[in-house]
């Protein structure tokens, strides 16, 4: 048997009851402390508090610091959460002593720059953490910046042009976190006291009105648990809010203590898996298994508009439940994966029509797409981004002929703005970075393996003559590892995921017979697929990698990936094989 037919029988085997993928994440040490410190003032939660603190200690790097997920670096922002969540112990006094080395010292003043200095002007993850750190009682309030919570209470029209400190995501942090600050240490500006007194209430009825009916802010573990922490910390611990939050942590928690980053990425994955076996699908899946993964599919599409962004309906998130978000990498794949299906019905064609014009409608001016939100384009997680831009492209076009005149040219003119925004967006080497996926071990943690092998996917669809193309795949023709490997950049140590999507993107290039060098393109996916071979012998099998990027630069690794990559992966070179193309 094959190892593309392996792969594809082992990614085939993962499916739930209702034949869609549900992966794992990875636990985190971020999550774990974050959800510690939102639980410790209740007596009820003792005994998973000491269960999480027990798996911090068990997962403590051998330097003293904590990295996001357990294959993860130290970094700053972990370790300093891990430190205000845990006792004194001799595990604290070895966090202490790298936070001190990394910060120069211990005093707030020094954590503080540290901490700000790795997020830049995006505010979204470095005030949070130095409230957690004022909660646990490792600094005090004075160092916890004060957030505009009240600015919640402005129309969300604008939003955009507030220049909020936050990303558009982090609406409830700024609301909870700026509120525990304003109680614990209010302004010397009477004022400015009075009016945030007064619109209290007010943004305390806007968080409760964007809260899923799961408790759990965008399914995340540490946004909710910041939002219920600092909610505890500013006397509302019975607000309706908070104990939505905390009976979300008590039921997210894994059995060995720890928490995730979110509770999983369903659609997301459901999508990327159906898009693996590509057209295939229609052969490998029954027509009941495609009408009700299709059905499914359908179910996940936001018929309303969003309470937390204002979306509008006709997108999907990444997950199925309560706390998901639409957002333009989601919907993309979700209408990929429509058109893989085969199933065609009026259902289909109205939800694929509302989904390509909700992605029209979010196009940045620059071309690009965003996110979640059009316009907020000042802090990173909400700018346009090439793996989102080439994803959307793609889902243009798959729809294009079924679409109606007007709509049709609509998408032309954005397929050409999307198409100039990634020649503006592409770096020197031909490159371009992703805004969602990374590598630690890369330069500035970026990853252009991902995003080049990713735009590299839109090209050969819509510009396979381009000079575009061309240079992308000399740049990872020449990043590929002697041993056939790929990392997220050169010199980077392979990983399977970075691996199988290079290949991928190169059979496509040899498929549609684009950007010169048809041999040079075939040595390197035969070297690819051998390097894979081997890596799918060792234990255990498609070993995960920590190359996604969660909200404000958070790593974690998803089980799923590798074995998903894989198998678009092999089945290209598997078909290019079988038509001696390569």
Not at 254 to 261: K, L, N, T
Not at 497 to 526: C, F, M, N, Q, Y
Not at 551 to 574: D, K
Request: charged share 20%; proline share 6%.
């Amino acid at each position: 048997m094959s190892l593309a037919k392996r792969a594809t029988d082992l990614l085939l085997s993962r499916r739930t009851s209702q034949g869609v993928w549900e992966g794992r994440l990875a636990s985190s040490a971020l999550s774990t402390a974050t959800a510690i410190l939102a639980l410790s003032s209740d007596p009820q939660d003792a005994d998973a508090v000491a269960h999480g603190r027990e798996w911090l200690v068990q997962t403590q790097n051998e330097d003293g610091g904590w990295g996001d997920t357990t294959l993860s670096l130290s970094n700053i922002s972990t370790t300093a959460l891990c430190w205000a969540a845990s006792p004194s112990s001799s595990s604290v006094k070895r966090a202490e002593a790298w936070l001190s080395n990394a910060a120069g010292s211990l005093d707030p003043e020094a954590l503080g720059r540290a901490i700000a200095a790795r997020y830049g002007k995006d505010r979204t993850f470095s005030v949070p953490i130095l409230t957690a750190l004022a909660i646990g009682g490792r600094v005090g309030w004075q160092h916890a910046p004060q957030l505009p919570f009240e600015l919640a209470a402005c129309p969300h029209q604008w939003f955009q042009w507030l220049k909020l400190p936050v990303v558009s995501y982090a609406l409830p942090a700024l609301i909870a976190i700026g509120l525990a600050r304003h109680r614990r240490l209010p302004s010397r500006n009477p004022g400015l006291r009075t009016i945030r007194n007064t619109l209290t209430p007010r943004v305390l009825r806007v968080l409760r009105e964007i809260q899923p009916s799961g408790g759990g802010f965008l399914e995340a573990t540490p946004l909710t648990s910041f939002v219920a922490m600092s909610l505890i910390a500013a006397g509302l611990a019975e607000h309706e809010v908070t104990q939505k939050c905390l009976l979300f942590l008590r039921i997210s928690v894994r059995p060995d203590g720890s928490w995730p980053i979110d509770t999983n990425l369903s659609t997301w994955l459901t999508t990327l898996a159906t898009n693996a076996l590509g057209d295939e699908a229609k052969d490998l899946l029954s027509e009941l298994e495609r009408t009700q993964l299709s059905g499914w599919l359908l179910d996940q599409q936001f018929q309303v508009e969003h309470p937390y962004t204002h979306a509008a309906p006709g997108a999907w998130s990444w997950t199925n439940l309560s706390g998901a978000v639409p957002d333009a990498d989601d919907t993309a794949g979700a209408l990929l994966a429509l058109k893989h299906l085969g199933v065609q019905n009026e259902r289909v064609r109205r939800a694929a029509l509302q989904g390509v014009r909700w992605l029209l409608d979010l196009q940045n001016s620059d071309g690009g797409m965003p996110t979640f939100c059009k316009g907020w384009g000042h802090l990173p997680f909400d700018r346009s981004g090439p793996d989102l831009t080439a994803h959307a492209l793609r889902a243009w076009r798959a729809w294009l002929p079924e679409l109606p005149a007007t709509d049709r040219k609509r998408a032309g003119l954005a397929i050409r703005a999307g198409l100039d925004y990634l020649r503006q967006s592409r770096k020197e080497d031909g490159s371009w970075v992703p805004l969602w996926f990374g590598n630690q071990y890369a330069p500035g943690g970026e990853n252009r393996t991902f995003g080049t092998s990713r735009v590299i996917l839109a090209l050969c669809e819509l510009q396979p003559e381009g000079e575009m193309l061309s240079s992308a795949v000399e740049y990872l023709l020449s990043a590929q590892h002697p041993d056939g490997g790929w990392g997220g950049a050169l010199h980077v140590a392979p990983s399977i995921e970075e691996t199988a999507l290079a290949a991928d993107a190169l059979a496509h290039v040899l498929k549609v017979k684009a950007a010169g060098h048809p041999e040079r393109v075939s040595r390197s996916i035969r070297s690819a697929t051998a390097w894979l071979a081997n890596a799918a012998q060792k234990a255990p099998v498609f070993a995960p990698s920590p190359i996604g990027f969660y909200f404000a630069s958070l790593w974690y690794f998803e089980e799923l990936y590798p074995l998903v990559f894989s198998v678009s992966a092999l089945r290209g070179a598997q078909e290019l094989s079988d038509t001696q193309e390569l």
